[in-house]
């Protein structure tokens, strides 16, 4: 069973976490989106639904939870339901946690409603958005709902009709850079204008990546171009590699634990798991190979279905480790 203080622990002194926006005016580079909101937010009762849409690491989440901040103050944190609607994105989400939060009013005349945070709300299944669509019709008045998703095309129109859609565009190399600096500065940290760059085009403009690159680079020493070619290396595809072979060799909490590592210090999903997998097994020269990809392609079924992430990413790793007890 992975320690849950040590999760927190490794949240703690994650840099992006760390440097995460507290106010919206401190988001960069998002300045057909911010000003908006900043209005928005200056008369809450008006406040609509909102629908953020746009690529990873564009700062959709911290626009979040910054509204969520300045609109409920020092209570944001109880008046605030944050989800992840991959890990959680089935009907009974819905029905339970969803439904039973939106329930509940407020009398406090400084709380104007509660606010539901909805990250990756595109991986809902439809039955789960048509469940939504109705609490979002049944408790206006008491409730506003911050959808996050990276396509809002996957977003049921019924569902959008009700939000004010704001698009978040990909991080320019200059903004990129110019952050991963400052954070340099104030971290001590060695680097080089050219390694930040490759840091940059590495992570493709997605910001988070940016920060968890940046910070793993900086174990080596320093931030140059030959670092970040290494971290880049390490980060995906050797400690994917290393979860795979803990599991085929029968150590299932070992591999649970440093794919925990990989997904809280790394920022990879688990359908990114899986197809990093998928490539890795196919490198490898393993009897039951065929097995192997069955389980991967059972899995990212169940995933797209609705199923738990982490749940059957558990589930894999002990059937991977089960195989190793057969085959002795």
């Known amino acids: 069973m992975v320690n849950s203080s040590k999760i927190r622990k490794v949240d703690e002194l994650m840099w992006v976490e760390k440097y995460r926006p507290k106010k919206l005016g ?9 000003p908006k909101l900043v209005n928005i937010i200056k008369n809450p009762e008006r406040m609509p639904n909102l629908l953020f849409s746009g690529p990873p690491g564009t700062g959709k989440t911290t626009a979040a939870i ?6 409920l103050g020092e209570y944001w944190k109880d008046y ?3 989800l992840n609607a991959s890990d959680e994105r089935g009907i009974n989400t819905v029905r339970n946690r969803i439904k039973t939060f939106a329930s509940y009013t407020d009398r406090r005349t400084n709380i104007p409603f509660r606010i539901i945070i909805l990250d990756e709300c595109d991986e809902m299944t439809n039955d789960a958005q048509s ?3 109705r609490i979002m019709e049944e408790r206006s008045s008491f409730v506003r709902f911050i959808l996050v998703a990276n396509y809002s095309s996957k977003i049921i129109e019924p569902i959008q009709s009700r939000c004010a859609i704001f698009r978040f565009s990909r991080f320019e ?7 991963l600096s400052k954070v340099s500065n104030i971290e001590k940290i060695n680097f080089t204008e050219n390694g930040l760059k490759n840091i940059w085009d590495t992570c493709n403009g997605d910001m988070r990546r940016a920060i968890n690159m940046l910070q793993a680079t900086s174990s ?9 070619l290494k971290t880049s290396e390490i980060s995906y595809i050797n400690i994917v590699g290393k979860v795979l072979d803990l599991a085929l060799d029968g150590k299932f909490i070992e591999s649970k634990n440093k794919f925990m590592e990989l997904k809280h210090v790394y920022g990879m999903s688990e359908q990114d798991f899986l197809k990093y997998a998928n490539e890795e097994l196919s490198k490898k020269s393993i009897d039951n190979i065929e097995k192997l990809i069955e ?3 059972k899995y990212d079924y169940r995933i797209i279905v609705g199923a738990n992430p982490e749940i059957q990413l558990d589930a894999l790793l002990a059937e991977i480790s089960a195989l190793n007890n057969e085959n002795k």
Request: glycine content about 2%.
């Open 26 to 34: 401190d988001i960069i580079n998002q300045k057909s989106v911010i």
């Open 295 to 297: 389980l991967l392609a």
């Open 220 to 228: 080596l020493g320093s931030v140059d171009e030959q670092s970040v």
């Open 80 to 82: 605030t339901l944050e």
């Open 131 to 133: 469940a939504l669509r």
């Open 173 to 179: 190399e200059k903004d990129v850079v110019e952050h």
């Open 66 to 71: 910054c509204i969520a901040y300045t609109v």
